[in-house]
């Protein structure tokens, strides 16, 4: 059982998200980092089990009750088990009494907690990510408890280092598709916003703020699909791109479709960052 | 009604979209709902989610997918469409309450000129409307069927919270708020009855194509639905049952 000292600022239980439900309008959910998660999935999981804590920004503080491995991925935290620090990507045997104490992230954003047991946590629609109201809560709060399905065995990997490449977090360059409405942009924005740097104004797992400065005509639009990594943009020029949590449809141009490694990139990014956009292909779009 | 050249296909990223313009009558969009269901049948194995809008079906793939490999596949489908048009829809009567704490977006558009609110509403309630789809929060259903004169645009600065049951008008579209959420759309009543039941499976009973029409209820009678969900006590309007 792990028991939540403090639960950092946005920490949640997270998995492969709830797949199938988006035509009742509910969002996939899941793990915003899908390469961290499929990193810590890979060091210490099991083949039915997929839920992990991630963290924002600044992590929890653990208390374990019982025995375990665990492993730490995606953005590098501020970590120590007790008082020694510890490093992502190693599995590492945590005993009764052990504190976990994560502490602002240093490189990148957002943090995955796994262990090497099966998280016991309410499934809905198939899932255990948390998405409030759909879910009872958003977030871990100070003072619940973890329990886990207890196996027979405490699995303790040797401390093998995995070799894994984490440069993700440093990058700024988002790989995207030019999207449907790209050509709301005009000739002269279409090859500037390749060129610009963005800032990011604001993030949460709906989704990302950006502002820019191309401003346009209101276009009036049906709501269409969105998925996580769809870039919006608004008449007054904010790029709006969907998290996992985000809505499934919106009436805003689509510019672009971020590549799944170009949402890893993003995901890992705080307000305040700044991002480009890279063209994956120099392929026309799109009519056929 | 469609044929084949009416469709275009567009990606956003693993998305395939087939657009299409959007007809609002009852056998076009039965026809959409036929095709969306072979088509989930056709891709069945490499899609992990679909959706439909007004003037969308989407398929969200897998893994990357080349355009020029599921476009045939797709117009065959078309092709070979078992549509008969004879297959009705059902038709969903929710009620609405539409005393005067929740029509206040409708008086303020109509500055308070309570015989134009009362007109609008009247009509509003002998309205047919279709569920098109579902989107923008879990559980929300995007109403068509609002003639263009009734259109009410969206507020120019979306109110905070837009109450649970909500019904609201934004543009031509009508929805239903299935939890307090920030809004930018117009209400005109509430309706206390919540279409979906996430613990079920399927979760909702009222399927896109088919028909829904709203009918008032009283503040006492609103009261009543209300108090008997927070018990978990039956009442007839907590259920509604579709009529053919």
């Keep these: 059982m792990i028991e939540v000292i403090d639960a950092g600022f946005y920490s949640s239980i997270q998995d492969q998200g709830r797949v199938g439900y988006r035509h009742l309008g509910v969002p996939i959910s899941g793990a915003m980092d899908k390469k961290a998660f499929d990193l810590a999935h890979q060091l210490l999981g099991k083949t039915s089990d997929f839920s992990c804590i991630e963290c924002t920004l600044i992590g929890p503080i653990l208390r374990f009750h019982e025995p375990c491995s665990l492993v730490l991925t995606g953005a590098h935290m501020q970590a120590w088990v007790n008082e020694t620090p510890i490093q992502n990507n190693i599995s590492i045997a945590i005993l009764p009494g052990d504190v976990l104490k994560l502490r602002r992230a240093t490189k990148g954003l957002r943090t995955y907690i796994k262990i090497n047991q099966t998280i016991i946590s309410p499934v809905v629609l198939g899932s255990t990510s948390f998405y409030k109201p759909l879910t009872q809560d958003a977030v871990l709060k100070k003072g619940s408890h973890i329990f886990w399905i207890k196996s027979e065995k405490v699995i303790n990997k040797s401390n093998a280092r995995i070799r894994w490449d984490d440069s993700y977090l440093l990058s700024n360059d988002l790989a995207v598709e030019k999207g449907p409405e790209f050509n709301v942009l005009s000739k002269a924005a279409q090859q500037q916003i390749f060129k610009n740097d963005f800032l990011i104004n604001s993030q949460n797992r709906m989704g990302y703020r950006i502002s820019s400065s191309f401003s346009m005509d209101a276009v009036s639009m049906l709501s269409g699909a969105v998925r996580p990594g769809s870039v919006q943009i608004t008449p007054s020029g904010t790029l709006l791109i969907a998290g996992v949590d985000g809505q499934v449809s919106g009436g805003y141009p689509r510019i672009f479709q971020l590549t799944e490694e170009g949402l890893n990139v993003l995901v890992q990014k705080k307000e305040g960052d700044t991002i480009s956009f890279k063209s994956r292909d120099k392929l026309p779009q799109k009519e056929f | 009604m469609y044929t084949k050249q009416d469709f275009n296909f567009t990606t956003l990223g693993r998305t395939l979209i087939l657009g299409f313009s959007y007809q609002h009558d009852d056998r076009s969009l039965h026809f959409i709902q036929v095709l969306w269901t072979a088509l989930n049948k056709q891709f069945n194995k490499q899609l992990e989610d679909s959706t439909t809008t007004f003037n969308s079906i989407n398929l969200f793939f897998k893994e990357d997918f080349q ?178």
């Excluded at chain 2, 048009?85 to 059902?90: E, G």
């Excluded at chain 2, 309570?114 to 009247?122: E, G, M, P, T």
């Excluded at chain 2, 009543?224 to 927070?230: H, M, R």
Aim: proline share 10%.
């Design chain 2, 67 to 244: 355009i020029e490999q599921i476009k045939p596949t797709v117009l065959k489908t078309i092709d070979v469409l078992g549509f008969k048009k004879t297959n009705p829809t059902k038709l969903w009567k929710l009620p609405v309450c539409t005393n005067e704490q929740y029509t206040v977006d409708v008086h303020d558009f109509f500055n308070g000129d309570i015989q134009r609110v009362n007109a609008y509403i009247d009509r509003f309630l002998s309205l047919e409307f279709h569920l098109v789809f579902y989107g923008f929060l879990p559980g929300f259903p995007y109403l068509g069927g609002l003639p263009s004169e009734m259109a009410i645009p969206r507020k120019a600065t979306p109110s905070r919270i837009t109450q649970k049951g909500s019904v609201a008008i934004g543009g031509d579209q009508v929805g239903i708020y299935p939890q307090d959420s920030p809004g930018g759309w117009n209400v005109v009543g509430n309706c206390p009855t919540p279409l979906l039941d996430f613990t079920k499976s399927p979760p909702n009973r009222i399927e896109p194509a088919d028909r829904i029409q709203f009918f008032k209820i009283s503040t006492a009678e609103y009261s009543e639905v209300l108090t008997a969900i927070e018990n978990n006590t039956d009442h007839p309007y907590i259920n509604p049952y579709p009529h053919d």
